[in-house]
């Protein structure tokens, strides 16, 4: 299996900027592909964005196109997020994960087995 640990939360100003970063260890990191997921307190975890293997295919929720980018470095073993133009609704907990299904589809959570444990991202107006 693989370990999965968020960094870089914090508390930014609307229009301010962020990265996250999610450090995998155990089973070959390359071997996943990965996603980024975010859940605000008292709605559902929702898909944010998700990158292919090698990093070829990217893809983005609506709501942040434009604004996020995933990105990974498989020599060290980390995918990252990097968050422009954050709005006080990007406020939420952000999780990344390792998809180990491929049966409904990138935005579905139950399609990634391997979660970290988050980290606290807020927005103040």
């Known amino acids: 299996q693989v370990q999965l640990v968020e960094s870089g939360g914090g508390l930014v100003q609307a229009g301010g900027s962020l990265r996250l970063s999610c450090a995998a260890s155990?089973?070959?990191?390359?071997?996943?592909?990965m996603g980024w997921f975010r859940q605000a307190p008292g709605k559902e975890r929702e898909f944010v964005a998700a990158?292919?293997?090698?990093?070829?295919?990217?893809d983005y929720a609506d709501s942040v196109k434009g604004r996020f980018t995933i990105a990974r470095d498989n020599a060290k073993n980390t995918l990252y997020l990097q968050m422009n133009s954050l709005k006080p609704e990007d406020t939420a907990v952000y999780y990344c994960?390792?998809?180990?299904?491929?049966?409904?589809?990138?935005?579905?959570?139950?399609?990634?087995?391997?979660w970290g444990q988050g980290t606290q991202v807020t927005v103040s107006s």
């Open positions: 994960a390792a998809r180990t299904s491929f049966t409904r589809g990138i935005i579905y959570p139950e399609e990634y087995n391997y």
């Open positions: 155990g089973r070959t990191f390359t071997s996943y592909p």
């Open positions: 990158i292919s293997w090698r990093g070829g295919r990217t």
